[in-house]
């Protein structure tokens, strides 16, 4: 192979590895937009979580009611560290923690449970462990309040809406205040 060649055969290999490299970028740019706004979504819903608390009351006779109020989420977390932030904050009197468990087997009593999508298919195991705990259930799925669930994040016009199932939260003990209850779409069991 003569120079000429060597050079023309080099220049060739170039595009190639230019156009995949031009792509690459695009794809990125392309989906960093979709990442903050997925990034901005689980902020606003952890920003909902927060305010549900104060809109909740847990049974009198329940002993963690004077413990830190404890956010959990199982399953592959898609908050990032959005949730991390609630740990400054306060309801009342009582600090908020946040637990991560990556299995169902890990989760231990808390106040609030968000169940992940990648957990959609233990969903009814999960709702059975919790329903003695008087644990509000929180997810993102379609038919996960339907399902036994208490409240499911929706997308409505781009914005974020929220669900309740009154039925699972009165089998939970938990009182739901009115004026959250006016601010979601209530829903029954199976419907």
């Known amino acids: 192979m003569d120079r000429g060649s060597m050079k023309l055969a080099a220049h060739r290999m170039k595009i190639p590895l230019f156009i995949s490299l031009l792509c690459t970028l695009l794809f990125l740019l392309a989906a960093g937009p979709a990442q903050a706004q997925t990034d901005r979504e689980y902020e606003v ?17 329940d ?17 990032g560290d959005a949730l991390d932030l609630l740990r400054e904050k306060t309801i009342g009197d009582r600090k908020i923690v946040v637990k991560r468990f990556a299995r169902v ?11 992940c999508a990648s957990e959609n298919q233990r969903l009814p195991h999960i709702l059975k462990i919790t329903e003695k705990w008087h644990v509000l259930t929180i997810g993102d799925v379609t038919g996960f309040a339907q399902s036994g669930g208490i409240i499911n994040f929706i997308i409505v016009d781009d914005k974020v809406r929220f669900e309740i199932n009154v039925d699972a939260a009165q089998r939970a003990g938990l009182k739901i205040s009115s004026q959250l209850l006016k601010l979601a779409s209530i829903v029954r069991e199976g419907s």
């Open 63 to 79: 002993a963690r009611n004077t413990e830190p109020i404890t956010i959990a989420v199982v399953g592959k977390n898609p908050f």
């Open 105 to 115: 087997d890990d989760i231990v009593k808390c106040h609030i449970l968000f169940i």
């Open 45 to 61: 819903k952890a920003a909902f979580i927060y305010n549900f608390a104060k809109f909740v009351e847990w049974p009198p006779e």
